[in-house]
């Protein structure tokens, strides 16, 4: 199994494959994708995570965020949400020590309950009774 930290996939945009670019960021359609069109936004410069972030890369991160997210839904009309996050740190679950933020379509029926959203990293968390 080759370990993609080694070199770092992500520093790479060729191999990762750039879907938009700017000056400081490219979108790449995940590999391992949760939803069709789920998208990685990666700042160029290799930094582990979005905490390490200068402004002007999370600026760049966000406007490619936006340009996907018009752009996806534009083409595929049965999107109808998005999920936004990222993984910081190993026990977080980031598998590539490169900052990448995941912007995942979703769609109405994909899960049986999509109640929580993120909180499902969690599983046990992600259904909650609200107290009034």
């Known amino acids: 199994m080759k370990n993609p930290n080694n070199p770092c996939l992500f520093c790479n945009p060729v191999i ?7 000056d400081l960021a490219y979108a790449s359609y995940d590999t391992y994708p949760v939803s069709e069109y789920h998208c990685l936004i990666i700042p160029k410069r290799h930094v582990s995570d979005y905490f390490d972030l200068t402004n002007e890369e999370i600026i760049a991160c966000n406007d490619l965020i936006k340009i996907v997210k018009k752009n996806v839904s534009n083409e595929d009309k049965s999107i109808k949400a998005f999920n936004l996050g990222a ?7 980031q598998s590539i020590m490169h900052c990448h933020i995941h912007l995942i379509p979703r769609r109405a029926g994909d899960v049986k309950n999509p109640q929580g959203g993120v909180r499902s990293v969690i599983a046990q968390k992600q259904h909650y009774k609200r107290k009034i």
């Open 16 to 22: 990762s494959g750039i879907a938009y670019q700017n």
């Open 87 to 93: 993984n910081i740190g190993k026990i977080a679950g």
